[in-house]
């Protein structure tokens, strides 16, 4: 089964830009829909970024469209999450998750994730 390792992450100031990684191993990324999650103390993920397994179609969360771009590297089996614009509640620890159908839908419907990294924590603060 597909193993994922978030990173990437650190501490940045508002307005900076971070660029997370997913390694993906023991399996072949093109055949999943992967995402990326949030979250923070008490509460529940939060879905960011979707990728369809087509490595074409997106859906973002709303505070993340523009900012945010999802993409992957099949060649090195890697999802990466570019943000930019970053804000102060952005601050989170980010979670990569793959599921092995074509789509998911609704885009973050968490149990339809079987695999999930460990995460990387992202801290927006001057």
């Known amino acids: 089964q597909v193993q994922l390792v978030e990173s990437g992450g650190g501490s940045v100031q508002p307005g900076g830009s971070l660029k997370l990684s997913c390694a993906a191993t023991?399996?072949?990324?093109?055949?999943?829909?992967m995402a990326w999650f949030r979250q923070t103390p008490g509460k529940e993920h939060e879905g960011v970024a979707v990728l369809f397994a087509d490595g074409s179609r997106t859906y973002y969360v709303d505070s993340a469209k523009v900012r945010f771009t999802i993409s992957r590297d099949t060649a090195t089996s890697t999802l990466y999450l570019e943000m930019n614009s970053l804000k102060p509640e952005d601050t989170a620890m980010y979670f990569c998750?793959?599921?092995?159908?074509?789509?998911?839908?609704?885009?973050?419907?968490?149990?339809?994730?079987?695999?999930w990294g460990q995460g990387t924590q992202v801290t927006v603060s001057s």
């Open positions: 998750a793959a599921a092995r159908v074509w789509e998911v839908w609704p885009p973050f419907r968490l149990g339809a994730y079987n695999y």
């Open positions: 023991n399996d072949d990324i093109s055949g999943y829909s």
